[in-house]
């Protein structure tokens, strides 16, 4: 083993990245040492150069979604199945940890991804706490850390092209509770957007409809099934936009309307595109973007809709997510929506091109 490991770190909101070695570090009883072989930058990482998420203990080392290799555990180490996990296995793990199962949010409201004590890879870990982000050679799983060894026939850049986006997605077309044949419109053509394209169709939906932007994301939502797509540059107005879902629902609006634009407009237009008693689902506002105006008679009491929001996901959307992956991975071919993969030293080029829409999905091939 090498004595030092290199990672890049982000310093803090709008500093140049900064290339550092760390001492190459030891499993701990319970834990797991990876080799990276692949780590993705994704919008959250936008976000976090930008100083946009709040408690963000900087220095970090981002990557929160990643896939490696074991090098070593630190004793018996096993997979939800109760399968054993051992050195050489592919595995992702779930990125969130700490979740405390005995507080009011876990206990009481059962709404652990609202947990206090809850943090996340390569977001809300400092790295002088040690490797744990993806951006870096590799990483150490701690004691309690969930790994999902990757399903027979998947590979590591199949469930990187999914990223944040798989659980993202799924847990929004579960808070959507999509019944068969309805008509289902995404806002925002990203990662999270067109995995919640993916899932509703899996979930049973007539028609998936998606508005986004830019032309390259909506091809590629036209490969992975939409029905049509909408190029919100090129549709200048809201009330374009909502003509457009209109025309395809026969004038009533779609029975589902999943918001992952991360714009604050989307949500009162996306009102409007939605049929009365319909469902509305927010998972696109993943950071304060502004306020948005809406008309509480015309868009909630009188549509009598359903609204719902979406923060993060639990380890049971990652592990649904990730078997439909492998099930459904001839059809939806997730390793698509990566055009290009960066080194570790171009880790802010990848945040460049993410930032600019150039790609869907970044990954780092440390
Ligand atoms: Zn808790
Ligand atoms: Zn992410």
Known sequence: MSETVEAVVMTGPGRPLDRRKFAAPRARPGGAILEMVATEVCGTDVHLHHGRLSGVPYPIIPGHVN????????????????????????????????????????????????????????????????????????????????????????????????????????????????????????????????????FAQL???????????????????????????LDITSAGSGEERVRWVRDRTAGRGADVVIEASGNP???????EMLRDAGRYVVVGQYTDAGDATLNPHRHINRRHATILGCWGYEFTHLHRA??????????????????????????GQALEDMENLAVVKAVIRP
């Open 203 to 229: 979930a049973g939906a007539l028609a998936v409809f998606v508005v986004g932007a830019p032309s390259a994301r909506l091809s590629a939502a036209r490969k992975l099934g939409a029905e049509d797509v």
């Open 265 to 271: 407009a989307a949500v009162p237009e996306g009102l």
């Open 67 to 198: 896939c490696g290799r074991v090098l070593e555990t630190g004793g018996p180490l096993q997979d939800v199945q109760g399968r054993a996990i051992s050195p050489g296995a592919l595995v992702t793990f779930f990125d969130v940890f700490g979740t405390c199962g005995s507080c009011w949010h876990c206990l009481v409201a059962k709404a652990a991804t609202r947990c206090p004590h809850r943090r996340v890879y390569g977001i809300t870990t400092s790295a002088a706490d040690g490797l744990l982000g993806g951006w870096a050679e590799r990483i150490e799983i701690l004691p309690g850390v969930r790994v999902l060894p990757l399903p027979e026939g998947v590979e590591a850049e199949d469930f990187m092209g999914g990223g944040c986006g798989l659980p993202t997605g799924f847990h929004a077309v579960e808070r959507a509770a999509i019944a068969l044949g309805d008509t289902v419109v995404i806002q925002g053509s990203g990662p999270v957007g067109l995995n919640a394209a993916i």
């Open 322 to 347: 990730l078997q439909l992956l492998a099930r459904h991975n001839a059809r939806f071919r997730w390793r698509d929506l990566i055009p290009r993969e960066y080194r570790l030293e171009e880790a």
